[in-house]
């Protein structure tokens, strides 16, 4: 068995900090808590690709992510800080890594973009379509209020170095500094982020007081990007929206018969998501630059005539989200779903203003949900391990009930 030398290093906060070799070389302070500062508020802004966005580029856009969720490609890829991009997505990427990162001081060889896409339905080569009958059924369950949320969205779970959990056991979780999801049309599941975090060293999850609970909720709208915490709780739940909401947004017009408008227009009625995952100081483990063999089928860049494609100065924060207040008397939806799969033995279970998430839903808009400690209620965010699973009697779904919360 070969063996590796790993050396980490965390500010207070759980965030990989860079070497003291890169600070005395360059006469920064080898003090953590001097180290770069970034907004990792959850927030949403729109980029420049929106309802004007030229539609060749857009269509090549959609049709390169398409290329990029190839099941025998690498899930994701890698772009160096201070790299050349060689396509449009690597572009982007950068882009994004460089409107977050601004002039914070960090390590350039070991900092950078990690970018990939996920797409919902998944295309006849997608990652999730060529998923082998084993794989499928890990995320099919014979209960019934399991949902199979990998299908129509996205599982909860925590973005970090994927291969390094693996090789230490499951226990040693490397997050980015922050995460990012820009939204390619205005279709599919919200992205749902909850500053539930675990332990970087063992895996545990960390306690959250229920005062300091947040809970961000983005609808998809074309262009616009969100932005959290890396070492926040994440999905994309499709049972949020209403009963039949998704398949009437992907459902192809039969009126299409030239087959190469038609597969354009089913690009158009995915939902297409371009996630980028910033990282300071640390490079995550296999994660290497999209393969130089595929590159010819990528859109090329030009400089001249694409000054940016995503994020440049022009862009400002609009969109603003909206903080929502739950009433006495305001009605309550219980969910529960499991983490990373219908077939683990980990659960979410919450409690959410569903109507109010719902009415956000036809301008992919935002809300924040917020709750405050009322005496002898039910957590409105529990995890469940185990036995805890077991043991609890109320993990029905879609539970209607009038619950008083108070902000």
């Known amino acids: 068995m070969s063996e590796i030398e790993l050396q980490l290093r965390f500010d207070p906060d759980g965030r990989t900090i860079a070497s003291e070799e890169f600070y005395s070389k360059n006469g920064e302070s080898n003090n953590p808590n001097n180290d770069v500062k970034l907004d990792y508020k959850s927030k949403t802004l729109d980029t420049l690709i929106n309802e004007e966005t030229d539609a060749k580029l857009l269509d090549d856009i ?128 919200p992205t749902m982020t909850i500053n539930y975090r675990v332990n970087p060293l063992n895996g545990d999850y960390i306690d959250t007081p229920i005062d300091d609970t947040e809970c961000f909720i983005s609808w998809p709208k074309k262009g616009k990007h969100l932005s ?98 739950v009433k006495v008397d305001d009605s309550v939806t219980g969910f529960k779903w499991s983490m990373g799969g219908t077939e683990s033995n980990e659960y979410i279970k919450m409690e959410l203003p569903l109507a109010s998430i719902q009415n956000e839903l036809q301008k992919g808009g935002n809300i924040e949900i917020k709750w405050k400690q009322h005496e002898g209620r039910v957590p409105p965010i529990e995890l469940l391990k185990g036995e805890d699973i077991k043991s609890d009697e109320s993990l029905n779904c879609h539970d209607q009930k009038k619950q008083k919360i108070e902000k």
Request: charged residues 30%; negative net charge; hydrophobic residues 35%.
């Open 62 to 189: 959609l049709f390169d992510c398409e290329i990029t969720d190839c099941a025998l490609l690498p899930r994701t890829f890698w772009c160096s800080s201070d790299s050349k991009p060689r396509c449009v997505l690597e572009r982007m990427a950068l882009e994004v890594f460089k409107h977050h990162v601004g002039d914070a001081v960090y390590d350039p060889a070991t900092s950078g973009a990690e970018f990939w896409v996920q797409i919902r339905p998944s295309p006849p080569a997608g990652r999730y379509n060529l998923l082998s009958e084993d794989d499928k059924k890990k995320n099919t369950s014979s209960k019934e209020d399991d949902i199979d949320l990998e299908s129509t969205g996205i599982c909860f779970h925590w973005d970090k170095d994927e291969d390094l959990r693996l090789m230490m056991g499951g226990q040693v979780y490397v997050h980015p500094h922050i995460s990012t999801v820009t939204y390619l049309n205005s279709i599919g599941a």
């Open 228 to 325: 959290f915490d890396g070492r926040y709780l994440h999905a994309a739940p499709s049972n949020l929206m209403p009963p039949g909401e998704f398949e009437k947004q992907t459902k192809v017009s039969d009126d299409l018969v030239d087959e190469d408008e038609r597969k354009k227009q089913m690009r158009r009625q995915r939902r297409v998501t371009f996630l980028v995952n910033v990282w300071l100081n640390y490079k995550p483990f296999n994660v290497e630059p999209f393969p130089e063999s595929m590159m010819d089928k990528m859109t090329k860049i030009s400089e001249d005539t694409m000054p940016a494609i995503l994020l440049d100065p022009r862009n400002k924060n609009i969109n603003e989200k909206k903080v929502e207040t």
